[in-house]
């Protein structure tokens, strides 16, 4: 199953895709249909450290030590998550809405390591299209993305078909799109709750948002969620959600603002 090489597109012998499977139960007919009301395209990569910007005084950045020796922070479109103090389904009121960010609305001068509540609003009830694309490309690594809440429909898996392309970009995804070369098979496509992107390839699944809330949507690297390759997926409004129950646990920020220099104060 899920072999690593992405070679999805002819007929093998040694292994299965999960686009070669079929679904056993029927799948709404909605989803199928040619265009989805929303297409969120997903590329995701590494940014790369050099280990003295980790050591500029008054920051505090993320970042993991890769077997390689590399210090890495993830990006999903761009923007590296951050997890918001307390949760948004239950105390989204004390939460300062400049957390929140998407591709489409990146605060401003956030620099290649930009970090923020990554969170993607899609209305209730819509058919959705999500286009993983894999930017990272370290071989023999295939990023397996999980999304809670939902299962989803896997229709399209695979590399580019451009055999000049050495890498696929989120560019050359959106290209391949446009010229309809981001083929997408609708015969009964399997539903999945997690599903490996291939190295170098990309993945197209769809779901319909009939399950209001915030829901995470992240790498299952542990190592990749603590840098950030996650995002939540919002579907609906506080309308579509019922009320916090009575007596509901709450948190808050128990990490201590970060002093900015101006602040400091020089005691000689
Ligand atoms: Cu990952």
Redesign the pocket.
């Known amino acids: 199953m899920n072999p690593l090489d992405a070679i999805c597109n002819k007929p093998r012998k040694d292994a299965v895709c999960v686009s070669q499977l079929r679904n056993a139960k029927k799948v709404d007919q909605a989803i199928l249909q040619e265009r989805p009301d929303v297409k969120i395209f997903l590329p995701f990569r590494f940014l790369f450290y050099k280990p003295q910007e980790l050591f500029v005084p008054h920051t505090y950045n993320k970042f993991l030590v890769a077997p390689g020796g590399d210090h890495v922070i993830?990006l999903i479109d761009e923007i590296s998550f951050s997890f918001p103090p307390s949760p948004p389904l239950s105390q989204l009121d004390e939460l300062d809405q400049d957390l929140f960010c998407n591709g489409d609305n990146r605060p401003i001068n956030c620099g290649a390591n930009c970090q923020c509540t990554h969170m993607v609003d899609i209305p209730y009830n819509a058919i959705v299209e999500v286009v993983l694309v894999d930017e990272v490309q370290s071989p023999n690594l295939s990023?397996p993305f999980h999304l809670h809440g939902y299962s989803f429909n896997v229709v399209g898996i695979g590399r580019s078909p451009d055999q000049n392309v050495k890498k696929i970009n989120l560019k050359h995804a959106l290209d391949l799109d446009r010229r309809g070369l981001l083929h997408r098979q609708f015969n009964l496509p399997p539903a999945k709750d997690t599903i490996a992107v291939p190295n170098n390839g990309y993945v197209i699944f769809r779901f319909r948002a009939d399950n209001p809330g915030y829901w995470l949507f992240h790498?299952h690297?542990l190592f990749?969620i603590v840098i950030g390759?996650n995002l939540i997926m919002h579907v609906g409004t506080q309308q579509d959600l019922p009320p916090v129950p009575q007596g509901f646990p709450r948190c808050g920020n128990h990490l201590p603002p970060i002093t900015p220099p101006h602040a400091i104060h020089d005691y000689k």
């Open positions: 993830s990023h790498c690297f990749h390759m």
